[in-house]
């Protein structure tokens, strides 16, 4: 066991020593330690829903929402780096864009409704904020190797969509107005992309995403329930300026 250790902690010092062989001076020297800044510009493609099941005494209202579309991303990342290995952040995003929408209802009361109605790119509209907590990690870490920069990454967080399209409810009040619909999603992005270094504290890289959302919600009131599911599947792709 002590020869374990022993070796172990030979490696370790061996390995701090070559880091620290590099100096600031040297132009192929990097570093990411302390402070970490990033920023993310890229265009995501989105499809978003929100399944309701309305559970009268007499009879069940079910509606199904579905946002989808390419529309245009920006992220800030905020966090500490360590060892220029690992990185931590706390991330703000915000997309707009169009897409198209669906709405399907049907209504199984007395008076059987089931209604589709889709609707044009130019006429809806999706208003995006993502808050979340991550971290980036830098597997290969020789300056000699071909995929040098590569990281991965992971994003856990709350996604909300506002999405703004014509109203062709049953309900006669907001029929044919523009209205907003919110649909909430926790999320896990994971992410995967390489960064090139211009500068001793700087790099410009690329990285795609995947992105999936779920929540789940429940009411009940007297000879009444609702169900809410949502859910979100995202894809993006970004360039990204990192400190």
């Not at 099941?53 to 800030?76: A, K, L, Q, R, V």
Request: net charge negative.
């Amino acid at each position: 066991m002590k020869r374990i250790i022993v070796s172990l902690l030979l490696i370790a010092s061996c390995a701090f020593a070559q880091n620290q062989t590099s100096s600031s001076s040297d132009p192929s020297y990097h570093t990411r330690r302390g402070f970490y800044f990033n920023a993310n510009l890229g265009i995501i493609y989105t499809s978003t829903t929100m399944e309701t099941t309305d559970t009268y005494e007499n009879y069940t209202y079910e509606e199904m929402n579905n946002f989808s579309g390419f529309i245009p991303h920006d992220e800030i990342r905020l966090g500490l780096s360590i060892a220029n290995i690992f990185s931590i952040y706390a991330a703000l995003g915000f997309s707009y864009g169009t897409g198209s929408y669906e709405d399907k209802q049907k209504n199984t009361g007395d008076k059987y409704e089931e209604y589709t109605f889709q609707e044009a790119e130019s006429h809806n509209d999706d208003i995006r904020f993502l808050f979340g907590l991550g971290g980036e990690f830098y597997p290969i870490q020789d300056k000699e190797k071909s995929f040098y920069g590569l990281f991965v990454g992971i994003t856990a967080g709350f996604v909300i969509d506002n999405i703004y399209h014509t109203d062709h409810s049953f309900d006669d009040i907001y029929k044919d107005e523009i209205i907003g619909l919110p649909i909430g999603n926790f999320i896990f992005r994971f992410e995967v992309g390489r960064d090139w270094w211009f500068s001793k504290r700087w790099s410009f890289g690329v990285a795609l995403n995947y992105t999936i959302g779920f929540m789940e919600e429940e009411y009940s009131y007297t000879k009444y329930e609702e169900e809410i599911s949502e859910s979100s599947h995202t894809i993006g792709l970004a360039v990204r300026m990192t400190h």
